[in-house]
């Protein structure tokens, strides 16, 4: 049961990296939010997901 649910963090997180890499925002915004969701995976992909994606 943890694998599927490792491997939807996973897919959750590889998401949100790539829609971050194509936003219109400047570098160093980037830069920040895919260190957040890399290091923090369930936490900063739910911060992204309610502040990011606007």
Same mark, same amino acid.
């Given at each position: ?17 790539? #829609?971050?890499?194509?936003? $219109?925002?400047?570098? $160093?915004? #980037?830069?920040? /939010? ?13 911060? /992204?997901?309610?502040? $990011?994606? #606007?």
């Amino acid at each position: 049961m943890s694998y599927i649910i490792g491997l939807i963090v996973f897919v959750a997180d590889v998401y949100a990296i790539v #829609k971050i890499i194509n936003s $219109g925002a400047d570098t $160093g915004t #980037k830069v920040l /939010w895919v260190l957040l969701v890399a290091i923090l995976p369930v936490i900063g992909f739910i911060a /992204w997901y309610l502040a $990011g994606p #606007k």
